[in-house]
């Protein structure tokens, strides 16, 4: 069972930068991910970025690719996601997540969720 408490969001000019931060507590997925998802108002909630926890390896979307960066800090147990270059289309509430996976882009797969924060880029 993990607890998942997200911080970063706000509101910023296309063009901008935005860093998210999602810590965790209680039992983690060591051999597992963290995920990185987003969801706008009437639409699915669609996959933005992966993060191994024991090899640090990434996988993005390609919407994102180029311009977003996730990260951990293992010893922290919180996991990052750095938006850069933000458009008015990455407006949405984003949510980090668990999974017991080592991949995964569908949110079926993820076990435990943040909160969610809300991100929205103006033009």
């Known amino acids: 069972q993990v607890q998942l408490v997200e911080s970063g969001g706000g509101l910023v000019q296309a063009g901008g930068s935005l860093r998210l931060s999602c810590a965790a507590s209680g039992r983690t997925f060591s051999g597992g991910a963290m995920g990185w998802f987003r969801q706008a108002p009437g639409q699915e909630r669609d996959f933005v970025a992966g993060i191994r926890w024991n090899s640090g390896y990434t996988y993005y979307a390609d919407s994102v690719k180029g311009r977003f960066t996730t990260s951990r800090d293992n010893a922290k147990n919180t996991v990052y996601l750095q938006m850069s270059s933000l458009k008015p289309e990455d407006t949405a509430v984003y949510y980090c997540?668990?999974?017991?996976?080592?991949?995964?882009?569908?949110?079926?797969?993820?076990?435990?969720w943040g909160q969610g924060a809300q991100v929205t880029v103006s033009s």
């Open positions: 997540a668990a999974s017991s996976r080592s991949y995964s882009r569908r949110p079926e797969d993820f076990d435990s």
